[in-house]
């Protein structure tokens, strides 16, 4: 994914629950890198980032992630 796509972070959820975080680690980490940017919580950006952490802790850490970024914009999906 480049910087000119825009991550869609609903449709990234759905597909993070159907494959795993593990299959979606470059989307995930455009994200986390977003999430830096935006200044959330770090120790739940810790856990999104962390490759070798249970798909379902991940998965709820994407969920907290994907909520507080979703507040903060009035889309979806935002350039990367």
């Known amino acids: 994914m480049n910087t000119q796509q825009l991550i869609d972070i609903e449709r990234l959820a759905w597909l993070i ?11 995930i980490a455009e994200v ?4 830096e940017q935006r200044g ?5 950006i810790a856990v999104l980032a962390d490759s070798h952490a ?5 998965e709820r850490a994407y969920g907290y992630v ?6 903060n914009t009035n889309h979806l ?4």
């Open 32 to 35: 986390v890198s977003i999430a």
């Open 66 to 71: 994907a909520i507080r970024l979703a507040s």
């Open 54 to 58: 249970p798909s379902a802790v991940r």
């Open 17 to 27: 629950e159907a494959d795993g975080a593990a299959a979606h680690n470059a989307e």
């Open 40 to 44: 959330l919580r770090p120790s739940v």
């Open 77 to 80: 999906a935002f350039a990367a």
